[in-house]
């Protein structure tokens, strides 16, 4: 199988502070990761694609500066959330790009870490 | 942009049928995919179709037609375990994915 995971789990943390998330394909090699984030009853919006040993492109309104990725190996990405507010408090998903098995038509499946739950005080 | 459209919510009983329909109009399209998300869990893959037609997976179907920018996915024999959130997802032209808002199934007894 293409198994993903997410650490930490769920992070509570104060007002200020930064947090760090990592992102790892445990069984496959992933040139591309993507991190996204879900608000309670709503779906999940992109928020930067990760690529391996490459600047991160942001989607239009997430700032670069307050969400920093690295994308150090071919099996890692981490998202650092800087100096967090309240607002920042959600869950956050990494995804890694698998090629289908046996080829396909276009595009590659992605799979989808077990999520981080940063609420921030 | 992207605009991706599918249901809020829908019950049907254990043992039924239910059909999950998806609109979509994309810049681009490089292939549709259906993801499960139970409640505080991440999304788990279901199918992919970037070619028209039926693609069938046990219980789990799925269905494109791309002249019409339309999916559905066909939950057959549904159980308690069933009752999640399903995300249908375009991949506009690069490995970038689009989700729609999500539709939450719930089964009853």
């Known amino acids: 199988g293409a198994v993903v995971s997410q650490h930490p789990s769920r992070v509570i943390c104060k007002s200020g502070t930064s947090v760090k998330i990592e992102c790892r394909s445990l069984d496959f090699q992933a040139t591309t990761m993507f991190w996204y984030r879900q608000f309670p009853k709503q779906s999940l919006m992109l928020m930067a694609t990760?690529?391996?040993?490459?600047?991160?492109?942001?989607e239009q309104g997430v700032e670069k500066d307050k969400f920093l990725i690295n994308h150090a190996s071919l099996t890692l990405s981490t998202l650092t959330v800087t100096s967090a507010h309240p607002e920042d408090s959600s869950f956050y998903i990494c995804?890694?790009?698998?090629?289908?098995?046996?080829?396909?038509?276009?595009?590659?499946?992605?799979?989808f870490g077990p999520g981080t739950r940063l609420t921030v005080l | 942009g992207q605009n991706i459209d599918q249901p809020t919510e829908m019950t049907a009983t254990e043992g039924a049928i239910v059909q999950i329909n998806c609109t979509y109009q994309?810049?681009?399209?490089?292939?549709l995919f259906w993801y499960q998300q139970h409640a505080g869990e991440a999304p788990t893959f279901l199918s992919y179709?970037?070619?028209?037609g039926l693609e069938e997976k046990g219980r789990f179907s799925s269905f494109l037609s791309r002249s019409k920018g339309y999916s559905y996915l066909l939950l057959k024999e549904l159980q308690m375990k069933d009752s999640a959130s399903y995300l249908c997802?375009?991949?506009?032209?690069?490995?970038?994915?689009?989700f729609g808002a999500g539709t939450t199934v719930t089964v009853r007894a």
């Open positions: 995804s890694a790009n698998r090629g289908l098995a046996g080829g396909g038509a276009g595009g590659d499946t992605q799979y």
């Open positions: 997802a375009v991949s506009p032209n690069d490995y970038k994915l689009s």
């Open positions: 990760s690529n391996e040993g490459s600047k991160a492109t942001y």
């Open positions: 994309t810049s681009g399209f490089n292939g």
């Open positions: 179709n970037v070619l028209d």
